[in-house]
């Protein structure tokens, strides 16, 4: 039986290629993506596992704003290394000028993120989970064991 062994890429429709190729040029370089192809109406970038392409709607889907909620796209979230790169985009998406709709923080146990969106309003997530079980169980591993004194 075929098992999905990870996503290998997303394309997302945008109204303003230039815009938001320029917008995408300068996020994913800062999250370590490399360009790959290049058309006149798309464009795509690698980490060399997971794939990031942008197009342009046509002019059909032009006159439909996204709006969260609707049926289909909600969020596209990336897992970061640590709380501290989940905290490094928050600035960075700041200093870009993209509209921050949640700032770094805590959102659920042990789950840390930031929400922004795109030039169209797609609602972008750079979050980490999972920092604080790990320097636990990491810590545990690191202190020795409790003997018990035979009586």
């Known amino acids: 039986m075929p098992r999905v062994v990870g996503i290998d890429h997303i394309v997302i429709r945008v109204s303003d290629f230039k815009k938001s ?3 995408y040029d300068k996020l994913l370089d800062f999250l370590g993506f490399k360009p790959m192809e290049r058309y006149a109406d798309a464009a795509g970038w690698t ?3 997971t794939r990031f392409w942008i197009g342009e709607a046509d002019a059909e889907g032009k006159k439909h704003k996204h709006r969260i909620g609707n049926i289909g796209f909600h969020h ?5 290394r640590s709380r501290a ?3 490094a985009l928050g600035a960075f998406v ?4 993209a509209k921050i709709v949640d700032p770094p923080g805590e959102y659920y146990d042990d789950y840390y993120a930031v929400f922004f969106l795109d030039p169209d309003g797609l609602k972008l997530e750079g979050m980490k ?5 790990c320097k636990r169980a990491a810590e545990k591993r690191r202190k020795p064991a409790r ?3 035979r009586k």
């Open 129 to 133: 989970y999972g920092e604080r079980a």
């Open 94 to 97: 700041k200093e870009l000028g």
């Open 21 to 23: 190729k320029a917008f």
């Open 85 to 87: 790169d989940v905290d």
């Open 76 to 80: 596209y979230a990336f897992e970061l």
């Open 147 to 149: 003997r018990r004194r």
């Open 47 to 49: 980490t060399g596992k």
